[in-house]
Structures are given as C-alpha cells and as structure tokens.
C-alpha cells in the first residue's frame, strides 16, 4: 500500500530528523534521561515511518534486510566486545575500565551537579551506541519482517 | 450467571486496585540503603551524570546483556514465523 504524496512528502521531510534525535539520545544516553534502548526505539520509529508511508517493494530498495541483519549483529557484537575488553585490562567482565582512565570517554566529572561532558563515563557510551544500533536493526527488522507476510495489494 | 460471576469478580478486583493507596504510602520504599549507595557514589564511580544509566550499563551490565540476547533472540524467532508465512516467494537479499 502507498500512502498519498502528503504522506510520502511528509515522511521524507521528517525521516533525517527523527533520525538525527534518536542518535542524539544514544549519545548523550550518559547525561540526559535515555540511552541506548530508548535512543533506538526512536531510531525505528522513523524507519516504521518511511515504511508505513511507502509501498514494500519500494522500502526494500531504500532500506535493505542485510543491513538491518548487520547492524543487530554488529551491536550486539560491540557491545559483548566492550564487555570482554575489561578482560584484556585485568579487570574483571563489564567492569568500566575505561572511566577515569584518561583515554576515550576517560574524563572524570565533578561530585553533584554539574553540567556534564560528553567525553566522559567510560564504556557507557560505547554500550550505549552498541545497543542503540542493536535496537534499532531489530526493531526495523521486525516491522520489515511483519510488512513482508501482509500480500501484495491487487493480488 | 456468567455474566454476574464476572462483574463479581470485577468489582472485588477494582475495590483491591482503589485499596491499595490505602495501606501503602507514595515514595517510601522498604528497603532505601542501595539507593543511597547510588546517589551517593555513582558519579565518583562510573563518571556518568545520568545514575540510570550507570546502574544500567555499568553497575548491572551482566543484565543488560541478557537483556540484549533477549531482543536478538525475539528478532530472530520472529524471523522464523514470518519467514514460514510467506511461503515460496523469497526476496532478493535472502
């Protein structure tokens, strides 16, 4: 089924942005409510947009299963591989090595409140976009999957 | 008598639900001491401002895997059921 010009207009108008606000609520998932579930679940709604607006043999040329298979599996693998790196530090599995440490998101913060830095808190925020990109594959992969049952329209 | 042993039933279960406020009190859980270990050492421990989400990737990560494993494992058997429905036709990136 294709939705009407306004509809497919309005969804591409509104897709990078819905986008781009999803992204920024797995970013910042260490500093503002969110994270990486919630950022992800907003990520998939805008694809659940350009589906809903589009006909399916249209979404499956603009937005791909693979890629979608790929990002799941590549979430879930950096999110695992943040996990082991704790491992390779000598500190135990999950721990945040990585906070205080100076490196990569290594700033320490302030006690109370503050601000906040982006460049902080650790391993949170590669969790945090590890499962971001992780929730935003399966949850796009499960619309695409439950769109592809529906039959084609004059068949 | 259906009928009636089923408004029955749903009065006694509104009354339980309107009840509640009655003998619990908003805010004051039983148990407060891991709380406060949180408020309190969260910022100095995981370097994040938001506690949530140090208590969810940091302090219960192992959780937050299986929580992970959990959508990956939905994804898949959801996969699985609309992949048998549609029959014959495949796709071109299967």
Request: glycine letters at 14%; aromatic letters at 10%.
């Amino acid at each position: 089924m294709r939705m009407s010009k306004i509809v497919r207009t309005g969804a591409n108008l509104l897709y990078p942005f819905i986008l781009i606000f999803g992204l920024y609520v797995i970013m910042h998932g260490h500093l503002t409510p969110g994270g990486g579930f919630q950022g992800g679940a907003v990520v998939a709604t805008g694809v659940a947009l350009v589906i809903v607006a589009y006909s399916f043999e249209e979404v499956t040329s603009m937005i791909k299963k693979v890629g979608m298979k790929a990002r799941e599996s590549i979430g879930l693998l950096i999110f695992i591989g943040a996990g082991i790196g704790a491992l390779a530090v000598g500190a135990p599995f999950f721990s945040n090595f990585l906070a205080h440490s100076g490196l990569l998101f290594g700033q320490s913060i302030p006690s109370g409140p503050n601000p906040g830095d982006l460049n902080t808190a650790g391993v949170i925020p590669i969790m945090n976009l590890a499962v971001g990109i992780e929730v935003w594959g399966g949850l796009a992969i499960i619309v695409l999957y439950m769109l592809s049952s529906i039959p084609k329209e004059g068949s | 008598m259906k009928r009636e042993l089923s408004v029955v039933i749903f009065v006694v279960l509104a009354a339980g639900l309107c009840a509640i406020p009655a003998f619990l009190t908003f805010g004051e859980p039983a148990e407060s001491g891991m709380d406060q270990y949180f408020i309190g050492n969260g910022q100095a421990q995981a370097a994040a401002n938001n506690i949530v989400t140090s208590v969810v990737f940091d302090y219960r990560g192992f959780d937050t895997l299986g929580e992970s494993v959990i959508l990956f494992a939905a994804v898949i058997g959801v996969g699985l059921m609309f992949r048998s429905m549609r029959g014959e036709e495949e796709h071109e990136d299967e």
